[in-house]
């Protein structure tokens, strides 16, 4: 964990800072509010961020808005959010693709002077069929040849809404013979009678991505535009924009791996169906792999940064990321900073039949093992308790460690107690356990016997009821969506979530939304920020105790 993982792009940024062809890195982070941000969104934004931090640069954050069907004010406020709670703050003010769409235009018009842009009257079925495949090479449209007076005239009145969605497009002329078929005569501009989120009814034409994203960057002086490697062969259509254009600056695009994470969705098409579908409650729903979700489920920034350390950046494609590195990031901050409470999911009443009603003791416990800086709680002791119906059974195997008829074990920071009795309802159930106390056992051994096990409890008296959801992983397959033939629904977990009517220490009446806890034995836990209030307690299981990530 000391030695850090390989990020090929800052090893590149730093050499060329050393060797002077770059004074100031400027980065970006570019989302289409489309949906929320998920873990592998979380990776870019970290590189991005990260860098122009590490590097003494500074990063802008960008909508990328040329699709306003499917675009939305709430993704927009989402997106700001999340970035801000990593950890990270943009460079200037927000920025949106949109800004620049009088100087596409004009860049568009440039362009058809140049004889290098024509309007295309071919439907986009033909746009495909002319376009060809890798082995057949695409023919030109019957409309390439059009004038420029001609193309300018087309474009100005698409553009002022004279025509119907797919009856004319902007296309780049280029090259319909090219090996990389992007560069097969490109679309720039397409008609689109919708109403836009930042430009409202101004435009009845937007950019395509390619012919946004490059000027983009230019405008605002990106040096580094770095992305996931689909968008490779990309490459030579973003730089014959930057080369054909009287653009201000010439930034270099730089791919890498994205982040692909076992038993994970990473695409915001598929979350969005989720949602759509209410398998789901909402984007954030703590089962989420959405920034807000996991923060919802007690992530802290801290952990989601770590993660994205850890994984490193290469251009190494294809490679799952084991889940437990990311619960290992998160488990190890809260083994360290989370204090520690005792929470009984599963009650089960325990009465101990040697100590008075009306008696009361209460001890003293550390907030957190190793962190003398966090206060002592209070834990109530008396006659009537819970402890957890995993922590008992009737007829236990040798190796049983925990309570058992006349067995004994320790109550934690307590008494051992013996189980004398078992009391059962009409149903045959166990519903609760007369016990005694060996009141010659607090803080130390009892005479002439050794008690192994050690179970957590909490004052029937005192102690506070707390709804406590724990969560496990949405899809039951480590690749839902492998294989393309099957529905990736068919893999949900129907067990994803199981809420429990616990009981927690009194300390915990106190917690506030996002407060994080270990409840000792069971795991890490966070008060939910939604959910969650005085009285009315909501806890999420963040993560289990065991760690499984081989390093
Ligand atoms: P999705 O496939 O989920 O819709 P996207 O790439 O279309 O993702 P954008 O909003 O365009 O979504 O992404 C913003 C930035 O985040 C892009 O630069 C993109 O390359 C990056 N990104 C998206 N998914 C991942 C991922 N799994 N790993 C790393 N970076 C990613
Ligand atoms: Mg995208
Ligand atoms: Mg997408």
Redesign the pocket.
């Known amino acids: 964990e000391t030695t850090p993982a390989p990020n090929f792009i800052r090893n590149q940024v730093r050499d060329e800072i050393e060797g002077g062809q770059v004074t100031k890195i400027v980065t970006r982070?570019?989302?289409?509010?489309?949906?929320f941000?998920?873990?592998?969104?979380a990776?870019?934004?970290c590189?991005n961020f990260g860098l122009a931090e590490q590097m003494g640069g500074e990063c802008h954050l960008r909508f990328?808005d040329t699709n306003p069907a499917k675009e939305e004010q709430a993704y927009i406020d989402a997106i700001k959010e999340d970035v801000s709670w990593l950890g990270f703050s943009w460079a200037g003010p927000v920025r949106f693709a949109s800004d620049y769409f009088d100087q596409l235009y004009a860049w568009a018009q440039h362009l058809i002077r140049e004889g290098k842009a024509y309007v295309d009257d071919l439907s986009p079925d033909e746009i495909r069929e002319y376009r060809g495949t890798l082995t057949a090479p695409g023919k030109p449209s019957p409309y390439r040849e059009r004038s420029v007076e001609e193309n300018l005239d087309f474009l100005e009145r698409m553009r002022v809404g004279e025509f119907g969605e797919s009856e004319k497009v902007l296309r780049a002329k280029i090259d319909m013979a090219s090996p990389n078929i992007n560069l097969r005569d490109p679309i720039l501009y397409r008609i689109r009678h919708a109403n836009h989120h930042q430009t409202g009814d101004k435009w009845k034409i937007y950019p395509s991505y390619d012919f946004t994203h490059g000027q983009s960057d230019a405008i605002e002086g990106i040096t580094h535009s770095?992305?996931?490697l689909?968008?490779e062969d990309h490459r030579p259509l973003y730089e014959w924009f930057l080369n054909n254009l009287p653009v201000p600056a010439k930034p270099r695009q730089i791919e890498?791996?994205?982040?692909?994470l076992d038993y994970t969705l990473?695409?915001?098409?598929k979350?969005k169906l989720l949602v759509d579908e209410q398998i789901v409650d909402g984007w954030d729903d703590p089962r989420m792999p959405t920034v807000s979700g996991m923060r919802r489920r007690g992530y802290t920034a801290a952990s989601i940064r770590k993660f994205c350390e850890m994984i490193g950046v290469t251009r190494a494609d294809g490679g799952l990321v084991d889940i437990a590195m990311l619960t290992h990031a998160i488990r190890s901050d809260l083994e360290d900073n989370a204090p520690r409470a005792m929470c009984v999911l599963k009650p089960l009443k325990v009465v101990l039949t040697n100590v008075a009603e009306d008696y009361e003791e209460v001890y003293d416990v550390p907030g957190h093992p190793a962190r003398d800086d966090m206060p002592m709680r209070k834990v109530p002791f008396g006659r009537e308790l819970y402890i957890d119906q995993d922590d008992f059974m009737e007829d236990a195997p040798k190796k049983f460690f925990r309570l058992a008829p006349g067995k004994e074990v320790r109550l934690r920071n307590s008494y051992v107690i013996r189980c004398d009795e078992v009391i059962k309802n009409d149903a045959g159930e166990v519903i609760e356990l007369r016990c005694s106390v060996d009141f010659d056992t607090l803080g130390k051994n009892p005479e002439g016997r050794k008690v192994k096990g050690v179970v957590h409890w909490v004052s029937a008296t005192h102690g506070v009821p707390i709804e406590v959801r724990l969560y496990d992983n949405l899809f039951m397959v480590e690749q839902p969506d492998r294989d393309k033939d099957v529905d990736f629904l068919e893999h949900l977990n129907p067990e994803s979530l199981v809420i429990c009517q616990a009981i927690g220490e009194p300390s915990l009446a106190e917690a506030v939304p996002e407060d994080r806890f270990q409840f000792e034995r069971m795991g890490y836990f966070c008060a939910d920020r939604h959910l969650s209030k005085p009285g009315q307690l909501v806890f999420n299981r963040t993560v289990g105790l065991k760690d499984s990530w081989a390093k």
């Open positions: 982070f570019p989302p289409e509010p489309n949906g941000l998920h873990i592998g969104h990776k870019s934004i590189l990328d770095i992305c996931t689909e968008f890498f791996a994205r982040l692909n990473t695409s915001k098409r979350l």
